[in-house]
């Protein structure tokens, strides 16, 4: 039994470990090709995957803007209550011991 938990053991980790060096060298391979310029990787990785998208109009753009301004509003409208509930909780003394 306990054997079988070191084999087990000993197979994830060096499974883990070929993962971790595939992902470094494809994450090397990937800078090379955009010429060591990690910006670059990232905005081609978000276009790729949809985060971003070319902004060809003035519409898009202000599109864009507002559903981030969206976003900033709502996360206010929650965090503003739980912050002044926060603030005007009522403090209860705290007796010292000698």
């Known amino acids: 039994m306990a ?3 070191k084999m087990t053991a000993g197979i994830m980790l060096a499974s883990s470990a070929l993962l971790m060096l595939w992902v470094a060298a494809a994450f090397i391979g990937a800078l090379n090709q955009v010429n060591w310029q990690v910006s670059e990787l990232m905005r081609q990785y978000m276009l790729a ?19 981030i301004e969206y ?28």
């Open 3 to 5: 054997t079988t938990k």
């Open 49 to 67: 995957t949809g985060m971003m998208k070319p902004l060809h109009t003035l519409v898009d753009y202000y599109t864009h803007i507002k559903g």
């Open 71 to 98: 976003l900033i509003c709502v996360s206010f409208f929650v965090a503003f209550p739980v912050f002044v509930k926060y603030i005007n909780k009522e403090k209860r003394p705290v007796p010292v011991m000698k």
